[in-house]
């Protein structure tokens, strides 16, 4: 009791002469900051607890005026007990005093927003480069046709629920430290509908949806990367009682290929020439998103070169041009030689010297600008 008690109206933040209206958003303000679902501050419940009561006293005319002339003490003297809250159902006393909209509370569920559908395609790394159309199918909650979603029998139509007098919500009555307020929540009942039906639908049973199949048209934009989701909004289930039907996400896995490696935008590969053909040059068919294209090697090609093709890579998603193709040059050195093979090397062995092999650049620097 000896510790000095913050002042009202310096917890809630308000001017001494604040009007009944500043208390309550200066309150309302503090609540949502000090809410247990939304704050992490330590000390959020006392501090809720030092709010409320500083609410509960300058809400009132009588306290008010009692605090305003003798502080803390004219309200002990007064008879005044701070209420005492049960802070294991804070939220629930949040919902009673602010409505239950406030922190975005199930209670509003009348019309529920349909439910989002997972899908999934597969596509070829060659397909994610020019971009495709892939149907998916998937089954939808969608309203009942039969009953166009009331949920009756044809011939029958629902009726007002009983319970709720066709509002969908009921009305109970609580006590709490602000006095006694009526609280609203969703008919169990009608589940929010305001109807109920004796004689259901026999096609959704009185559930107003029924699962449909539905085929989709999934356009596959070129240069999506694999694990990305592409969005149909509005195709998902439909919603309750009018509420918006959810979105399709179409989660896009582009297939490995062998013959290239996906480096962002870029795509790497790599070309094998036998010793002889880059030692002497050639030309080799190399594969790329575009169909073969056939390169030059000079003579004196090097295991780790690479060749950059400009703009032969993956376009870039929702942008402009292409990456690059990146080929990597490999040098394949002879196995299993017959003795007329090993008479020839041995006798170019004997043949070659130092200048054969004076590079510019190591095959590790090669290997490096590959990667970048
Ligand atoms: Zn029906
Ligand atoms: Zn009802």
Same mark, same amino acid.
């Given at each position: 009791?000896?510790?000095?008690?913050?002042?009202?109206?310096?917890?809630?933040?308000?001017?001494?002469?604040?009007?009944?209206?500043?208390?309550?958003?200066?309150?309302?303000?503090?609540?949502?900051?000090?809410?247990?679902?939304?704050?992490?501050?330590?000390?959020?419940?006392?501090?809720?607890?030092?709010?409320?009561?500083?609410?509960?006293?300058?809400?009132?005319?009588?306290?008010?005026?009692?605090?305003?002339?003798?502080?803390?003490?004219?309200?002990?003297?007064?008879?005044?007990?701070?209420?005492?809250?049960?802070?294991?159902?804070?939220?629930?006393?949040?919902?009673?005093?602010?409505?239950?909209?406030?922190?975005?509370?199930?209670?509003?569920?009348?019309?529920?927003?349909?439910?989002?559908?997972?899908?999934?395609?597969?596509?070829?790394?060659?397909?994610?480069?020019?971009?495709?159309?892939?149907?998916?199918?998937?089954?939808?909650?969608?309203?009942?046709?039969?009953?166009?979603?009331?949920?009756?029998?044809?011939?029958?139509?629902?009726?007002?629920?009983?319970?709720?007098?066709?509002?969908?919500?009921?009305?109970?009555?609580?006590?709490?430290?602000?006095?006694?307020?009526?609280?609203?929540?969703?008919?169990?009942?009608?589940?929010?509908?305001?109807?109920?039906?004796?004689?259901?639908?026999?096609?959704?049973? !009185?559930?107003? +949806?029924?699962?449909?199949?539905?085929?989709?048209? #999934?356009? *596959? /934009?070129?240069?999506?990367? $694999?694990? %990305? =989701?592409?969005?149909?909004?509005?195709?998902?289930?439909?919603?309750?009682?009018?509420?918006?039907?959810?979105?399709?996400?179409?989660?896009?896995?582009?297939?490995?290929?062998?013959?290239?490696?996906?480096?962002?935008?870029?795509?790497?590969?790599?070309?094998?020439?036998?010793?002889?053909?880059?030692?002497?040059?050639?030309?080799?068919?190399?594969?790329?998103?575009?169909?073969?294209?056939?390169?030059?090697?000079?003579?004196?090609?090097?295991?780790?070169?690479?060749?950059?093709?400009?703009?032969?890579?993956?376009?870039?998603?929702? !942008?402009?041009? +292409?990456?690059?193709?990146?080929?990597?040059?490999? #040098?394949? *050195? /002879?196995?299993?030689?017959? $003795?007329? %093979? =090993?008479?020839?090397?041995?006798?170019?062995?004997?043949?070659?010297?130092?200048?054969?092999?004076?590079?510019?650049?190591?095959?590790?620097?090669?290997?490096?600008?590959?990667?970048?």
């Amino acid at each position: 009791m000896a510790t000095a008690k913050r002042d009202y109206y310096d917890v809630l933040g308000v001017e001494r002469g604040a009007s009944d209206r500043e208390i309550k958003s200066a309150f309302r303000r503090l609540a949502r900051e000090l809410h247990p679902d939304v704050s992490d501050h330590p000390e959020a419940q006392e501090r809720f607890r030092e709010a409320a009561e500083a609410y509960e006293v300058l809400s009132k005319t009588e306290t008010r005026e009692l605090y305003d002339r003798y502080g803390h003490e004219g309200l002990r003297t007064g008879g005044f007990r701070p209420s005492d809250f049960d802070f294991a159902n804070l939220a629930d006393l949040f919902s009673v005093f602010f409505g239950d909209d406030l922190f975005g509370g199930g209670l509003g569920a009348r019309r529920a927003r349909g439910a989002d559908v997972m899908a999934e395609v597969e596509v070829e790394l060659e397909e994610a480069a020019r971009g495709v159309k892939r149907e998916v199918r998937l089954p939808v909650a969608v309203p009942c046709p039969t009953c166009q979603a009331t949920g009756a029998a044809p011939g029958t139509s629902p009726e007002t629920c009983p319970a709720c007098g066709g509002s969908g919500r009921q009305q109970s009555v609580s006590s709490s430290v602000f006095g006694q307020f009526i609280r609203t929540s969703t008919c169990q009942e009608c589940r929010g509908a305001g109807e109920v039906v004796s004689t259901p639908c026999p096609d959704c049973k !009185g559930a107003r +949806r029924r699962i449909e199949d539905r085929a989709l048209d #999934v356009d *596959v /934009p070129p240069g999506i990367h $694999d694990g %990305q =989701r592409i969005r149909l909004s509005g195709e998902g289930h439909s919603g309750e009682l009018g509420g918006r039907a959810g979105d399709v996400y179409v989660l896009v896995h582009v297939l490995p290929d062998v013959r290239f490696v996906r480096d962002g935008n870029d795509i790497v590969s790599s070309v094998d020439l036998t010793m002889s053909e880059a030692s002497l040059g050639t030309h080799a068919s190399v594969p790329t998103l575009d169909g073969d294209v056939d390169l030059e090697f000079k003579p004196g090609t090097q295991p780790g070169e690479t060749r950059v093709l400009r703009g032969k890579g993956m376009p870039v998603l929702q !942008g402009f041009g +292409r990456g690059d193709h990146r080929l990597l040059v490999n #040098v394949a *050195v /002879p196995r299993n030689l017959s $003795d007329e %093979q =090993r008479r020839l090397l041995e006798e170019f062995a004997r043949a070659e010297h130092e200048a054969n092999y004076k590079a510019e650049e190591g095959f590790f620097e090669k290997l490096r600008a590959a990667f970048r």
